[in-house]
């Protein structure tokens, strides 16, 4: 009598074990789904820098520096490896990008050049793309961290050896208080 | 209050069950109500019970089926919304953010997206039991906001569409909506058997007890998409700005018909019950106040809201009137050795036959000097180089001067235009948004303004003399369309705006004439429109209009 409870209590033990264990995968590979879904992005917006470095060179002459400065900080981002480096390397193109735009500005043939309208605005939709990516990892891991942590799943996971993954971090103040824009037309 | 889009799907699944299972309850007692006064009840078995209501599930699942699989069909065929043309640069911009609402959701739902012709501004989301999900926005609305108001409407819409709240609304209008139409069908009827009145009159109850509970919801639920969209976009103000723009604006009152208008962002009727608050209001109506929309969203963003209606204010004021003065004017010497003038820097830069060779003279003063010297002016020129590589032959011709027509990107769409004449070749389908971006500030100058009331008034009196002419049958010269080459329709773009157009309906095509176009779009704008009624020939019967 006593040994079929021990093994009821076995089998339940196993049971509830291996639904643990699945749960914990089905969030890793959550996690890692979504950490490709950054990867497209990222590489989506090395691909159109050279175009848009191509398009505004001719008219930039004197600003050789700024566009110098965002072709290195994509060499860097290209090749950079690991989620802290690559993190750090993808801020440093954000910035490196934003001086270029706001320089773009004092040119007003380039304002008005077709090309470029459209360049900046698929370079404002991939960021936006992978900010929201970024925001989306992030949840994903906060969830996958919580479920390694608690308590009956903690030793489940020590036994499989899971690793926590790490956060995405945002660069600082990446969307600064916005300006007022009234106007009807409000491009 | 769900923290993640992921949380967010993951609570839907209950909410949704028990409200159909709410719905399921409410409907089967008022299908009972109505049965009851037809004298079953009396004389039932439990096994007529045990079928009655067998039967009567059956029926209530045909009928959820059918009144909520097509809804996203449906609202796309009344609305006549057409998918966005990646063409298009404003377009483009939906379609990019769509995309993006699906990176945050991590594709977990796919929603399409459309575009609907009309001037009015308004958004709306629709979703169905097959997992089809629509998120419509008018033509209107996209041209005149900007691209972080974009992203803060589609979110807002976004969340209605993950958590269900599309879906139960769909279900509810369209399911009591038809139910009660069938009521008061019977109500009418049975007027003069009273036995079967007291019964009807308490599924009569019961259907608006449905549509109540949905109602009182649907304000709740819009402070939650509101949430939403900010913690999505983390831009408060955007989308204050967009539902203050909203406000002040038409909101498709008359074109977005009644059933839909809770599926909208804001109430197309702007009643005065929208904006009270209090129990009856909450009870009653299906939106939230604006104004309060508005506050809550700007105490995020640390804005006075006293302030936004300044701002506004002050930026249609200025929209009105044109600075004068600001700009610099300019006369120019044309191909046949006449001075023409005054134009703005903009104009110049619009008249075909500018080169860098032409004599221009500033202002006041009286020295000539070429084109190319003036500062202002080198853009226009660099521009035209820039452009002058993507030129696209079209490979249609001018149907007036038989030069090759190339795509012209104007107002933010691909046009055909003639490099010679200045004519232009639209599709009709693309006139509805060109007509919503018509630009106050540099498309309505004085010039255009003024061209536009001397053809209106020579046109009221050639409208009579076509009219007659109809009867004498004088023919009218046509040009043959560039791309099936049959002959043109001439005709007035309608009877408001009297421009002369050629139509090819089969092509679905329309030419406009040098500044024809512009001029449409000064019409439409400022309303030059035929003042008086103007006698015409009876036949036709074509009584012009006053306002549309």
Known sequence: MIGWILLGIIVLAVLWTAAIYNGLIASRNDVQGSWKQIDVQLKRRHDLIPNLVSTVKGAMEFEQDTLEKVMNARARAVSAAGIPAKAEAENMLTQALGRLFAVVENYPQLKSNQNITQLQEELTTTENRISFARQLYNDLVANYRTKLQVFPNNIVSSIFNFKTEEYFAAEEAARTAPAVNLSLKGK | MPLTFIDIERQKTWRIAAFFLVLIAIYLAAILFITAPLGIIGRASPRFWLGAVLVSLVAAGIHFWFSASEAVDSVRRTLDAQPPDPQDEVHRVFLNVIEEVHVVTGRKRTIQSAVIPSQSMNALAVADLRGNALIAITEGLLSRLSRPQVEAVVAHEAHHVLS????????????FGTLS????????????????????????????????????????????????????TRNPLALAEALHLLSRSWRGAGFIGSGLEMLCIVNPQATTLDETEGFVADLLSTHPPIRKRIGILLAMARVDIGDLDRRADRAEAEA?????????????MSPKQEWQGPFTVQELAALAWLSPLTWISTGGSSSADRA?????????????????????????????????????????????QCSFCAGSLVEMKKLPRIIARTGQD???????????????????????????????????????????????????????????????????????????????????????EPAVAVPTVPPDGDAPGGVP
């Open chain 2, 164 to 175: 269900g709240d599309c879906l139960e609304t769909t279900i509810a209008a369209s399911l």
């Open chain 2, 181 to 232: 139409a069938a009521l008061d069908r019977l109500n009418s009827l049975s007027d003069r058997r009273s036995s079967a009145t007291a019964g009807a009159g308490l599924a009569w109850l019961l259907v608006k007890l449905g549509y109540l509970l949905n109602l009182f919801i649907s304000r709740e639920r819009e402070y939650r998409a509101d949430a939403a969209a900010v913690r999505m």
């Open chain 2, 320 to 332: 009105r009137t044109p600075a004068p003065g600001q700009q610099p004017l300019y006369h120019a």
């Open chain 2, 372 to 416: 190319w010297k003036d500062p202002l002016l080198g853009p226009i020129f660099a521009a035209r180089l820039a452009s002058g590589n993507e030129r696209i032959e079209t490979g249609l011709t001018c149907p007036v001067c038989r030069q090759p027509l190339v795509t012209a990107s104007y107002e933010g769409t691909q046009i055909a």
């Open chain 2, 442 to 528: 540099h498309l309505c100058t004085q010039r255009i303004n003024a061209l536009a009331r001397t053809t209106l008034e020579n046109n009221l009196s050639r409208r009579i003399y076509r009219a007659a002419s109809r009867v004498q049958g004088t023919a009218i010269q046509r040009i043959p369309c560039p791309k099936c080459t049959h002959p043109m329709l001439r005709g007035f773009y309608s009877e408001n705006y009297l421009v002369e157009v050629d139509r090819c309906s089969s092509c679905g095509v329309m030419w406009f004439d040098q500044d024809e176009l512009e001029m449409l779009q000064c019409m439409i704008a400022n309303r030059l």
